[in-house]
């Protein structure tokens, strides 16, 4: 059950396949009066489509999938939490809010630690700097493992204030509960996240990320 899991989250994190926060789930309920014909049983309509995109695996993408989940390897949490938030924008936009910008706050921890190990216990015990602080001026000092050009290219100012307006939101709808932004800005937020994790992704060595970044932001870290 472990490796089925991990193979498939680590497949869709490797492919940034847009499927389901939880792949692996039941078909549902159905019944039958003569154990022939089966039917489900009633359910909600939901108003809106999100189109799931599973494909095709290259030999070479297999590979080191097979390679990944040997190692122990798993979808990063700031993923799992990305599917998460954007699974529940429609219903529950608070809580995609809360979720996304928690993503960000884990992918980034969790690139530091990676990066340099002995920060861990300071990370999981010493309160943090604003998320946006620690990616314009603490980013760019560490020792990544993939660069752009030759150096850590500063996060584009653009991607940094979608992600501070998603910050300022989030500190509203969690402390004061506060709901100020449309269903179109937290899907401008959430985009920003889903930028910044697979930039986190690139810097802690995983060279392929790189292409999952909108081309508009590609764009602006290359040049």
């Given at each position: 059950?472990?490796?089925?899991?991990?193979?498939?989250?680590?497949?869709?994190?490797?492919?940034?396949?847009?499927?389901?926060?939880?792949?692996?789930?039941?078909?549902?309920?159905?019944?039958?009066?003569?154990?022939?014909?089966?039917?489900?049983?009633?359910?909600?309509?939901?108003?809106?489509?999100?189109?799931?995109?599973?494909?095709?695996?290259?030999?070479?993408?297999?590979?080191?999938?097979?390679?990944?989940?040997?190692?122990?390897?798993?979808?990063?949490?700031?993923?799992?939490?990305?599917?998460e938030a954007w699974e529940?924008?429609?219903?529950?936009?608070?809580?995609?809010?809360?979720?996304?910008?928690?993503?960000?706050?884990?992918?980034?921890?969790?690139?530091?630690?990676?990066?340099?190990?002995?920060?861990?216990?300071?990370?999981?015990?010493?309160?943090?700097?604003?998320?946006?602080?620690?990616?314009?001026?603490?980013?760019?000092?560490?020792?990544?493992?993939?660069?752009i050009r030759g150096t850590?290219?500063?996060?584009?100012?653009?991607?940094?204030?979608?992600?501070?307006?998603?910050?300022?939101?989030?500190?509203?709808?969690?402390?004061?509960?506060?709901?100020?932004?449309?269903y179109e800005k937290l899907?401008?937020?959430?985009?920003?996240?889903?930028?910044?994790?697979?930039?986190?992704?690139?810097?802690?060595?995983?060279?392929?990320?790189?292409?999952?970044?909108?081309?508009?932001?590609?764009?602006?870290?290359?040049?």
């Open positions: 059950s472990d490796y089925a899991r991990r193979t498939v989250n680590v497949l869709r994190w490797r492919c940034a396949w847009k499927v389901p926060h939880d792949p692996v789930s039941s078909r549902g309920m159905m019944w039958s009066f003569d154990k022939q014909t089966w039917k489900f049983m009633p359910h909600g309509v939901i108003a809106y489509l999100d189109m799931s995109s599973w494909g095709r695996v290259s030999d070479e993408v297999r590979g080191e999938i097979e390679i990944m989940v040997k190692k122990g390897l798993n979808e990063p949490t700031g993923h799992e939490l990305f599917r529940q924008r429609h219903q529950n936009p608070r809580s995609a809010l809360i979720i996304g910008i928690a993503a960000t706050e884990v992918g980034f921890k969790q690139l530091v630690s990676t990066l340099v190990p002995e920060t861990l216990w300071l990370i999981e015990n010493v309160p943090s700097p604003p998320l946006t602080k620690m990616l314009r001026e603490y980013l760019p000092n560490l020792p990544v493992k993939c660069k850590v290219s500063p996060l584009p100012d653009i991607l940094l204030k979608v992600l501070e307006d998603g910050v300022n939101l989030r500190n509203r709808a969690a402390h004061i509960g506060q709901m100020t932004f449309t899907d401008e937020i959430l985009l920003a996240v889903r930028d910044l994790l697979w930039i986190l992704d690139y810097y802690s060595g995983m060279n392929w990320a790189l292409n999952e970044v909108r081309p508009e932001i590609r764009r602006i870290l290359e040049s």
